[in-house]
């Protein structure tokens, strides 16, 4: 079995091994593939700001009707998790987020013959900065960057 990373965003949808994960991607949103192979492989998800600030909210996409887990400090030294099916449902302070999607390759279809592909956002920054995922009243999920500065 290989592994291939074959994630891209087409037609502004973040897709993955051929499954629309996020849609309605904006054009400020880069996609860097990564350097691994096999189950290294995969991307980081960038984004480009026309201004420097210590605070950077930047959509990502829109995500909906996918079941998603994900991680989110509630309290300053505790986290628990939250599950729910779309953008608005990603509390605040979100540190790790997994998307299932099955079936055919808009991602809402329940075809059994199709495998289930499991996608990953772990939000990471280099330097003084912060960085976490949240959820919006318009389904989007956010990236949220902040340096305190």
């Given at each position: 079995?290989?592994?291939?990373?074959?994630?891209?965003?087409?037609?502004?949808?973040?897709?993955?091994h051929?499954?629309?994960?996020?849609?309605?991607?904006?054009?400020?949103i880069?996609?860097?593939?990564?350097?691994?192979v096999?189950?290294?492989?995969g991307?980081?998800?960038?984004?480009?700001a026309?201004?420097n600030?210590s605070l950077?909210?930047?959509?990502?996409?829109v995500l909906e009707?996918?079941?998603?887990?994900?991680?989110?400090?509630?309290?300053?030294?505790?986290?628990?998790?939250r599950?729910?099916?779309?953008g608005?449902?990603?509390?605040?302070e979100?540190?790790f987020m997994?998307v299932?999607?099955?079936g055919?390759g808009d991602?809402?279809?329940d075809?059994?013959?199709s495998?289930?592909i499991?996608?990953v956002?772990l939000p990471?920054?280099?330097?003084?900065f912060?960085?976490?995922?949240?959820g919006?009243?318009?389904?989007?999920v956010?990236?949220?960057?902040?340096?305190g500065?």
């Open positions: 079995m290989t592994v291939t990373a074959q994630i891209s965003i087409n037609d502004g949808n973040l897709v993955v051929g499954k629309t994960i996020l849609t309605g991607v904006p054009d400020n880069v996609l860097t593939p990564g350097t691994g096999g189950l290294l492989a991307a980081f998800i960038g984004a480009t026309a201004h600030k950077h909210i930047f959509p990502i996409g009707d996918l079941r998603f887990m994900c991680c989110f400090r509630f309290k300053l030294w505790w986290m628990t998790q599950m729910g099916t779309c608005k449902d990603v509390p605040l979100t540190q997994v299932e999607s099955k055919g991602g809402g279809e075809d059994e013959s495998p289930i499991y996608t956002f990471l920054l280099e330097g003084p912060r960085s976490v995922l949240q919006n009243e318009r389904n989007e956010e990236v949220c960057l902040e340096s500065e």
